[in-house]
């Protein structure tokens, strides 16, 4: 039974008057707020609460999440205030773990995306994905992602190391360049070396101390001291020798043009094309020790060409086929040019054919035998010359060359001593005085060819200067010409003065 005092509490409770009403006002405020900030709490614990059990995944795809989820996201506000009363004033999504009949919304319902503040973050795309695509994405290509990959082939292949055959085969231009350089250089010392070796066996044997040189000239080599050198190197494969002081003659050179062995292609050019070591005596004989004498002697293919191609061989001489008066003459491979046949007949003697030019003697030294031309009519500095032209042999054949050598000083004094016949004279004469009419005509022509040339060029520069003059000069210039026509054409008169 309730006692008077608990029933005036009761009374003055459900019915407030005075200070007990605002006592009771002020507790309902101070519950009420205190009930909405419980709520705030809750809703936001609870919107976060769904990404605790995705965290496993979102550290198995954090790698390929994009920038804007790393993003701190902003708990929905609440829309309604509400009292302690209202059932409704929680507003967070409902526990997963609860035994609730009712089923729970996706997840994509409630993405903190729908209250994506655009103000908050200006400079962002306002199309965004939204993170559950993302995420589902990330799911789909974790596995694929996180399974071994297998190595890349052509960076195995690039990373293998280059065998030395690799590395050979792709300097192959450089490493021919190189060994052709090395080749060119050995080749270049010992192709001199070679010639220097020969020119010098050709020096020792011929023109040293006791010789056939030294016997037949008194001086020797390009100096005239006793160790002046006997030879003079105009190039790696051109060699010189002088001589003189001899009766007869002014002079003999000697010049040796070997093969270019220090040259690499122009080696391996003879290998395909042989040729020879040649050298080539030039006698300069005394204007008054020479009679008119023109006269060669080669091989028929080379005598050929002399005949067609060197001048006085050309205009005074011709081809002879066979010896004067049917006696011995040279081997059948050899060919003389001469002016007449006396002249080869006297010019080949017995001795020679004997020596050298004689069938059986130029089996042993023809080889070695290239042509002689004699000739009073050179278009040289020397008219009257003797040249002879030999093969060289190698160093230690030397030798064999001695009988054609030994031509140079035979002929010498046979030209010295030798006169032409009356007849054999007056024929040479004839022919000299006519080549030199037909020279004479021929310069007369070239002078007279140069004059019309030079008139020629004159008047072409006289009509360009008249064509630039101007309209007036012409007309003053073809009056002066026809005043002075005028004054040409007028009769002279003769005026005689009285006594």
């Known amino acids: 039974m309730a006692t008077p005092r608990s029933s005036s509490f009761l009374s003055s409770f459900f019915s407030p008057r005075g200070d007990t009403l605002l006592y009771l006002i002020a507790l309902l405020s101070i519950s009420s707020l205190l009930l909405h900030h419980l709520s705030i709490s809750a809703s936001a614990d609870s919107h976060f609460e769904g990404f605790d059990a995705d965290e496993e995944l979102e550290d198995n795809s954090i790698i390929l999440q994009s920038p804007l989820s790393d993003l701190p996201r902003r708990s929905p506000p609440p829309t309604t205030l509400s009292t302690s009363a209202d059932p409704e004033s929680h507003h967070g999504p409902p526990n997963l773990d609860s035994d609730s009949d009712i089923p729970s919304k996706p997840y994509t319902t409630t993405s903190s995306f729908d209250y994506w503040d655009e103000d908050e973050f200006e400079g962002f795309p306002t199309e965004i994905t939204p993170p559950e695509v993302t995420d589902e994405a990330e799911l789909t290509t974790t596995p694929a992602d996180s399974a071994p990959t297998e190595p890349d082939v052509s960076t195995s292949k690039v990373s293998e190391p280059i065998s030395s055959a690799k590395r050979i085969r792709s300097y192959t231009i450089e490493i021919v360049c190189v060994l052709f350089l090395i080749m060119f250089t050995i080749n270049y010392f010992t192709g001199r070396k070679e010639n220097e070796t020969l020119a010098l066996a050709w020096t020792a044997k ?26 003079l190197k105009e190039g790696q494969n051109v060699f010189k020798f002088y001589a ?3 009766r007869f003659c002014q002079g003999l050179v000697a010049t040796m043009e070997l093969k270019s062995r220090q040259d690499l292609i122009a080696r391996l050019y003879n290998m395909v094309v042989p040729c020879k070591d040649e050298i080539t005596f030039e006698v300069y004989m005394n204007e008054d020790a020479m009679d008119h004498v023109v006269f060669a002697l080669a091989k028929k293919k080379a005598a050929k060409a ?9 205009r005074f001489s011709s081809l002879m086929t066979s010896g004067p008066n049917g006696r011995k003459w040279v081997a059948d491979e050899l060919t003389v040019i001469t002016e007449s046949k006396e002249v080869a007949g006297d010019l080949i003697t017995e001795a020679v054919l004997d020596q050298v030019f004689g069938e059986k003697a130029f089996e042993k030294f023809g080889k070695w035998f290239i042509s002689m031309h004699f000739s009073d009519q050179q278009q040289s500095t020397h008219r009257k010359t003797l040249v002879f032209k030999f ?10 060359m001695a009988p054609l050598v030994a031509l140079v000083p035979y002929y010498i004094d046979l030209f010295g001593r030798y006169k032409l016949s009356s007849q054999a004279r007056s024929k040479t004469e004839a022919a000299r005085s006519k080549v030199a009419q037909e020279v004479y005509k021929e310069l007369q022509n070239a002078r007279q060819e140069a004059l019309q040339r030079k008139k020629a060029e004159r008047r072409k520069m006289l009509e360009e200067a008249e064509s630039k003059l101007n309209a007036e000069a012409l007309r003053r210039k073809e009056a002066k010409e026809r005043a002075r026509q005028l004054k040409k054409a007028m009769p002279k008169i003769k005026m005689s003065r009285g006594a």
């Open 206 to 231: 011929f023109a040293t101390r006791d010789t056939i040189f030294d016997k037949n000239f008194s001086l020797l080599g390009v100096g005239e001291g006793d160790d002046s050198p006997l030879l």
């Open 244 to 246: 003189s002081g001899r």
């Open 306 to 314: 002399m005949q067609k191609e060197v001048r006085d061989l050309q």
């Open 391 to 400: 093969a060289l042999p190698d160093v230690g054949r030397m030798a064999d």
